[in-house]
């Protein structure tokens, strides 16, 4: 199995995409994370759902998460409110890696291997050619997992 025959199609946004936005493609398609791509659609980092998640808890409840018991549920379900009026880059640290990024010839075991090292739950694979960088798909951890031991089997 090469890297071009693992990667699917997946949902990307920009650095100026909406959080609201993202975070519910995020929800509606149960991901792990987003990609997120320049203008050119190249991969420039990983957004996490549970960056996300982190956004919406207050910092007085990460430091001292005893403290989540005593906020009422109306005031958790306002937790989303964080997310308005903000951009995908809010989320984004400012010394964020690059993405993983496997070539498309990249055997499954080398993709595992980058998918390891640096513990990320995507890998995209991206061609390059005389005209540039393009995105041909993204490797999950659970479909490189599910593809791994299809081939056990």
């Known amino acids: 199995m090469r890297a071009r025959d693992l990667a699917v199609e997946y949902e990307t946004v920009s650095v100026d995409t909406d959080a609201m936005e993202a975070a519910r493609l995020m929800a509606e398609h149960r991901l792990p994370a987003l990609l997120v791509v320049d203008d050119d659609g190249v991969?420039?980092?990983i957004l996490p759902?549970?960056?996300m998640i982190k956004v919406l808890v207050p910092e007085y409840v990460i430091e001292d998460p005893t403290l989540a018991a005593v906020v009422d549920e109306r005031h958790a379900d306002r937790l989303c409110q964080a997310l308005r009026g903000r951009k995908v880059r809010d989320f984004l640290s400012k010394n964020i890696p690059?993405?993983?990024v496997?070539?498309?010839d990249?055997?499954?075991l080398e993709v595992a291997a980058l998918m390891a090292q640096v513990r990320s739950p995507l890998v995209a694979v991206v061609d390059h050619d005389k005209a540039g960088a393009h995105l041909l798909g993204v490797i999950t951890a659970a479909h490189l997992l599910e593809r791994l031991l299809a081939a056990a089997s």
């Open 43 to 45: 991969p420039k980092a």
């Open 49 to 51: 759902a549970s960056q």
């Open 98 to 100: 690059a993405p993983p």
């Open 102 to 104: 496997a070539a498309p």
């Open 106 to 108: 990249d055997t499954a």
